[in-house]
Nanobody, 126 residues
Framework: QVQLVESGGGLVQAGGSLRLSCAAS????????MGWFRQAPGKGREFVATTSWSGGSTSYADSVKGRFTISRDNAKNTVYLYLQMNSLKPEDTAVYYCAASSTDWVSRRAGEYDYWGQGTQVTVSS
């Protein structure tokens, strides 16, 4: 069955770094766009970053541009999606979700993604 499993979240001080990982299996995710979204307490789900199947096309939210980097490893049976987060700020605190599309269309809209992970908590202390 389709599984997206995030890991790498945790508690970090402002200015620190974290690397999130997502292992996606159960279908040919290597052909499709994938992305990261986040949801802070009391707020809606927010776009963070997305990448095409090859990694050749990426897009970032303005709030994370220059600090976060999305990348992927299209292994044979499992696709690994990463989010390197540097210079973290308290406002980056949220649950981070990995998402996969059924197309290679790089989109910032959550509705364009069909598969979601369970989320991993990132907390940045000031």
């Amino acid at each position: 069955q389709v599984q997206l499993v995030e890991s790498g979240g945790g508690l970090v001080q402002a200015g620190g770094s974290l690397r999130l990982s997502c292992a996606a299996s159960g279908r040919t995710f290597s052909s499709y766009a994938m992305g990261w979204f986040r949801q802070a307490p009391g707020k809606g789900r927010e776009f963070v970053a997305t990448t095409s199947w090859s990694g050749g096309s990426t897009s970032y939210a303005d709030s994370v541009k220059g600090r976060f980097t999305i990348s992927r490893d299209n292994a044979k049976n499992t696709v690994y999606l990463y989010l390197q987060m540097n210079s973290l700020k308290p406002e980056d605190t949220a649950v981070y979700y990995c998402a996969a599309s059924s197309t290679d269309w790089v989109s910032r809209r959550a509705g364009e993604y069909d598969y979601w992970g369970q989320g991993t908590q990132v907390t940045v202390s000031s």
